[in-house]
Each structure stands twice: as structure tokens, then as C-alpha cells.
């Protein structure tokens, strides 16, 4: 199965405890998939993911939400290193400002 990255933006920044507790649901959800942390951005993670759950994070079912907070996913890529350098302008309106 291929892998698939997909870049969540959250409307506020997520706490260490929320990231612990979005880890966690994540991989509850779909055993298999990691959170990978963005550097320099609060408001950012990465999820490795397939190719076949990659979509379900794009529906309003999908869409994690941590302490009140609900994450967006804005992109997804076959590399973490495109997201990871994208993710410093990532906006939860799906845009991406570089």
C-alpha cells in the first residue's frame, strides 16, 4: 500500500497534551498512521497515512478535532519534505502562502 502524507491545520495552536491526545486518536482511527510534528509551526501536523485513508481526512466526518480545535487538511503529497516546507504558510482556508 502506497504511503500518503496529508498536511492538518488547526484554526489555533495545539498544545503538547493535544498533540498527545490527537496521536492518539489518529492512530486509534487508523492503526498504522503517524503524527510527524511541523517545525516552527503550532498550528501544523503531518499525518503518514495510505493512499486509500489519505481522502477520509478531506471529509467533514474525517476531520480531526482536538480541544475544540478542528484540523484541516490543506494538502497532501507522496513526500513529507514538500509538506513540511509548506507548512510554514498554511491558513485552515486551504491556502497556502509561501
Known amino acids: 500500500m502506497s504511503k500518503r502524507y496529508v498536511l492538518l491545520v488547526s484554526d489555533a ?3 503538547e497534551p493535544e498533540r498527545k491526545m490527537l496521536k492518539s486518536v489518529i492512530e486509534r482511527r487508523h ?3 503517524k503524527l510527524i510534528e511541523v517545525p516552527g509551526n503550532l498550528r501544523a501536523v503531518i499525518v ?3 493512499n486509500d485513508v489519505a481522502p477520509s481526512f478531506r ?3 474525517g476531520a480531526p478535532t482536538i480541544g475544540g480545535k478542528r484540523l484541516t487538511a490543506v494538502l497532501t503529497s ?3 519534505g514538500n509538506l513540511k ?3 510554514a504558510g498554511a491558513t485552515t482556508n486551504g491556502q497556502v502562502h509561501e
Do not use: F, H, L, N
Open 48 to 50: 503518514k497515512t495510505t
Open 78 to 80: 507522496g513526500a513529507v
Open 85 to 87: 516546507r509548506r507548512a
Open 59 to 61: 471529509t467533514e466526518e
Open 31 to 33: 492503526p498504522g498512521d
Open 13 to 15: 495552536a495545539i498544545s
